[in-house]
């Protein structure tokens, strides 16, 4: 007997990733939703904030966000697009 699950309903795994930083594991899932927003993620230490942070902007396909880490910096860009129902294809660059 063979059995498959279908893609779409995947809740668990490496690739699978519902978070600011769902842009870095996996950009294929921005097709699916639940995407969209504006965050920043960052680092305390014992003087305050730290060097480490970063900020998200992400609409449903296309996705920005600017990391500082340890004083480099970096853009990103991520791009995503379905192509099945249950199969999408996705890009990312970054900049220093």
Known sequence: MIAADALSGQESGIAVEESPF???????LMSTGNSEGLAWTGDFDENGLSNNYSVILSGNNLAYYYDSLEGD????FALSLPVLPGFNTAASVFFP
């Open 22 to 28: 769902q842009f870095k594991v996996n950009p294929a």
């Open 73 to 76: 910096k970096f853009h990103n």
